[in-house]
Structure formats: structure tokens, C-alpha cells
């Protein structure tokens, strides 16, 4: 596998910083859902491109992608046609910033509404951006987190969009677990995240909870690739890139922890 954290960490700081513009425009165009997926995005591994939700504008589908492999911000119709594109090499997140609002503002939008959540941004407002060197493989691990979480969707027998959240800036699945009337009683939820305060590497990850009663993680069995992690910010699975020898690994590692954590939490 193809491993150089400095290089998928640099990556994900400026794609991290970029996606947010993903996150805003679905905040303004689309409906508000609880979960705040309107924000999220997609991967689109055939054309190498995270890409927001399609919205109606001028009653045309369109959609915010950013292209890794030209290193560009592009709003396109459902014909793949370019409507507006950015190119965000030695310029600033202010100028991105400006450039959306002044694509909105063409679309008859003046009044920005804020994201749901606060995040330090990645890239300084003032800082310029510079082409990662990492994008190639950065898009094959976040190819590999699709195809393993589809897996397990298959594998599990629960459905979960894999979707690349805004915020953390993972790839993930959440499986509700709903009692009888309907309110989530338990969840299992599982993906691929950037370096962190748990990883200064990105790495995989699956835990969840049970409303009835703790899980000790502390009684898991030893996991064939990955290790079980607990510490005052997170208790589940682990598996840090850099303990990545085949996609195997990464199969292996979500089945054999979602198994012992399903058993703990599904209804019997």
C-alpha cells in the first residue's frame, strides 16, 4: 500500500479547507436535514473528485465538485458541463470564499447562512494554497474507504450511505439501531479518518453505543489486524494506515469488530 502520512496529511489539510465550500453550498441550496447530511459529499472514485449534492438552479441539477486530478473547485450541470470553476493554486481561502459567494449572489442569493458546526480552518483565510503533492494517493485511500465500507454494508446486511462528512472530514457509515417505536436505541459507526488527536496518521475506525447499557470495549477480543483503543475521547477500533499491509486488512479489521460490537448491541 501506498503510505506517506506527511504527504495524505497534507492532502486532507487543503481538500479539508476547500470541502468547505461543498458544506456551504449545501447548507444554502438544499433542504435541512437533522443529521446535517445536506452538507456532506461523495467520492467519486472513476473521476477522481469529491462532489457535494446536486441542487436545482435555474431549473438545471447542479453540483459543487472539487477535481483532484486538475486541482480545481468547479460547479457543473448534470451534463458535466463546467457552469463556474475555480483554480485554487496560490490563491487564498478568502478568494475561494469570494468566488462562491459571487456564483451564489449570480444565482440570486445575497444571504449566507452559517455551517452547523465550528471548525479552526484547516488553511489560514490568508494563507495560499498550494497544489498537495499526496492527491493521487490520498485518492486511493479514500477509494480503498469506500470500497471496504460498501463491504461491510454488503457484508452486514445494514444500509448506510458512505459519505465524506464536512466537519471531521471522514468517510463514514452510522447504522441506527431503532426499537420499536421507532427512537434509535443503539448504533454501530465505522470509516476512515484524518489525522487527529488519537492518530497523527490517518487511520480506520469502527465503534458505537448502546442507550440500555455501557459496552466495556475493554472485554473485546484481540482483533486479528487493528487493535481495540480506549481513551478518554474514544473506545472502539483502530487501525492506523500505517498497519495496512493489503485491502484485506482493512476487511478483515471492520468485520471481525463489527461482529463483536453488533453482538453487544443488536436486540437478541
Do not use: C
Not at 468517510?171 to 487527529?196: C, K
Request: aromatic fraction near 12%; proline fraction near 6%; avoid cysteine.
Amino acid at each position: 500500500m501506498n503510505i506517506n502520512p506527511a504527504t495524505i496529511n497534507e492532502a486532507d489539510r487543503v481538500l479539508h479547507s476547500l470541502a468547505q465550500l461543498v458544506a456551504l453550498t449545501g447548507t444554502q441550496l438544499l433542504d435541512q436535514q437533522p443529521d446535517d447530511s445536506h452538507a456532506n459529499m461523495g467520492w467519486n472514485s472513476t473521476r477522481q473528485r469529491l462532489e457535494g449534492r446536486p441542487f436545482i438552479r435555474n431549473g438545471q441539477a447542479k453540483k459543487l465538485v472539487i477535481d483532484t486530478e486538475t486541482f480545481t473547485l468547479a460547479f457543473i450541470d448534470q451534463a458535466e458541463a463546467v457552469v463556474a470553476s475555480f483554480s485554487p493554486e496560490t490563491r487564498m481561502p478568502a478568494d475561494a470564499l469570494a468566488w462562491w459567494k459571487s456564483q451564489l449572489q449570480a444565482w440570486d442569493l445575497q444571504a449566507i447562512k452559517p455551517l452547523n458546526y465550528q471548525l479552526d480552518p484547516p488553511v489560514a483565510p490568508d494563507t495560499p494554497y498550494v497544489r498537495p503533492a499526496g492527491l493521487r494517493a490520498w485518492g486511493q485511500w479514500r477509494t480503498l474507504a469506500n470500497t471496504s465500507l460498501d463491504w461491510l454494508n454488503e457484508w452486514s446486511g445494514r444500509s448506510s450511505e458512505v459519505r465524506v462528512w464536512p466537519h471531521h472530514f471522514d468517510t463514514g457509515v452510522y447504522y441506527s439501531l431503532r426499537d420499536a417505536t421507532g427512537r434509535e436505541r443503539a448504533a454501530i459507526w465505522a470509516g476512515y479518518a484524518i489525522a487527529d488527536s488519537l492518530s497523527n496518521e490517518p487511520y480506520f475506525y469502527l465503534s458505537g453505543y448502546d442507550s440500555t447499557r455501557a459496552v466495556n470495549f475493554r472485554a473485546a477480543p484481540t482483533l486479528s489486524a487493528g487493535r481495540w483503543l480506549i481513551t478518554d475521547d474514544w473506545k472502539g477500533a483502530f487501525l492506523p494506515l500505517s498497519a495496512i499491509e493489503t485491502e484485506e486488512t482493512v476487511t478483515v479489521f471492520l468485520g471481525e469488530s463489527y461482529t463483536w460490537l453488533d453482538q453487544r448491541v443488536a436486540p437478541s
